[in-house]
């Protein structure tokens, strides 16, 4: 249901784009976020937009580096990141809920995932 692509190797200091489709429903009212998983650690909340794509939220180590927004026509999501760092590597999935959470493993929907590895 939700599709994501973008991911890939990178080195430090470099950009990627991540892209998140619907795909056999519509998300258009819910929320979208990202949602990375480090390996051996817990999902962890990276950004997420509402419904309207207004009033983005990031986590601190997003902040300044990414930016997450959405085009409701496409019924898609995308995370642009910039100045990446070897600790962002990480799956990045996306994920949709009603309503607007960083608590990460609360979300309700999920894509597959995508690998994104920066190297120094």
């Known amino acids: 249901q939700l599709v994501e692509s973008g991911g890939g190797s990178v080195q430090a200091g470099g950009s990627l784009r991540l892209s998140c489709a619907a795909s056999?429903?519509?998300?258009?009212?819910?929320?979208w976020a990202w949602i990375r998983r480090i390996s051996g650690r817990e999902r962890e909340f990276v950004a997420g937009i509402g419904p309207s794509g207004t009033n983005p939220v990031y986590s601190d180590s997003a902040k300044g580096r990414f930016t997450i927004s959405r085009d409701n026509a496409l019924d898609t999501m995308y995370l642009q990141m910039s100045g990446l760092k070897p600790e962002d590597t990480a799956i990045y999935y996306c994920?949709?809920?009603?309503?607007?959470?960083?608590?990460?493993?609360?979300?309700?929907?999920w894509g597959q995932g995508t690998q994104v590895t920066v190297s120094s």
């Open positions: 994920a949709a809920r009603r309503t607007l959470s960083t608590i990460g493993r609360s979300y309700d929907y």
């Open positions: 056999g429903r519509t998300f258009k009212s819910f929320a």
